[in-house]
């Protein structure tokens, strides 16, 4: 069975702070997809990052930055340098290759304090 | 190029009736799945379609909830009769197909979604 867990359900800092949100997932299959999504108030689920499993290479874009490690089949997802408007809740899902589902964790709530 | 497109935004029934959702999906995108997301909860799959065929409908409540997408494009998905629980967000989503999209281009992009409220 697919599964992932996003064990921290709400997260404060304080503006310019650094933040990671933890993402485990389970799968049995042996090609997958990871994804990371943010839902801002507006309620609009917004495309961040993907990542496929054969592809272990961490990635950087701007303040947001990505560490895909199988060992642990953890994805988690650092925000440098936070900002006010970053304050949302981050989902992170995974799609197997055998049935094309998309499945998401219950999501983080990041609150970026001015 | 254009999102995925959903509507209503907002609906309000009562309990025991019914209602309708649309969407429209990005042009090309041969998946399209319905996602109900209930307040504080992650986003739940209902029904994903491959074209026109449902590849997976295991999580969908089939005694009220139904949904089609004819002519491989729009679909719809509606609910009858309406129970309180059903009160949640509707979300449509679009990816190519797996074929195409290989290893790249996988992800789903969502529309706006439609927030339902059953009184």
């Known amino acids: 069975a697919q599964k992932v867990t996003q064990a921290q359900t709400e997260i404060s800092v304080v503006e310019k702070e650094d933040v990671t949100l933890d993402c485990v997932y389970e799968?049995?299959?042996?090609?997958?997809?990871l994804f990371w999504y943010k839902q801002p108030p507006s309620g609009e689920l917004v495309f961040l990052i993907r990542?496929?499993?054969?592809?272990?290479q961490n990635e950087i874009s701007g303040r947001y930055s990505w560490n895909f490690q199988k060992s642990t089949s953890s994805f988690n997802f650092t925000i440098t340098a936070s900002q006010v408007v970053d304050s949302a809740v981050y989902f992170c899902a995974l799609k197997g290759n055998r049935d094309d589902k998309i499945i998401f964790g219950k999501g983080t709530r990041l609150h970026i304090l001015p | 190029e254009a999102g995925v497109a959903q509507s209503p935004r907002y609906k309000i029934i009562e309990k025991r009736q019914s209602v309708a959702f649309w969407c429209n999906p990005i042009?090309?995108?041969?998946?399209l799945y319905w996602y109900q997301q209930i307040l504080g909860q992650g986003p739940k799959l209902l029904i994903q379609?491959?074209?026109?065929?449902?590849?997976?409908d295991s999580q969908l409540p089939k005694d009220r909830f139904s949904a089609e997408r004819l002519k491989g494009v729009d679909s719809t998905l509606k609910i009858q009769p309406a129970k309180l629980e059903d009160s949640a967000v509707y979300l449509c989503?679009?990816?190519?197909?797996?074929?195409?999209?290989?290893?790249?281009?996988?992800?789903?992009?969502f529309g706006q979604g439609t927030r339902l409220t059953v009184v």
């Open positions: 379609f491959q074209n026109n065929g449902v590849v997976d």
């Open positions: 042009s090309g995108h041969a998946t």
């Open positions: 990542r496929n499993s054969f592809d272990e």
């Open positions: 799968t049995r299959d042996t090609t997958y997809y």
């Open positions: 989503a679009s990816s190519l197909a797996p074929l195409l999209g290989g290893f790249l281009n996988t992800e789903a992009f």
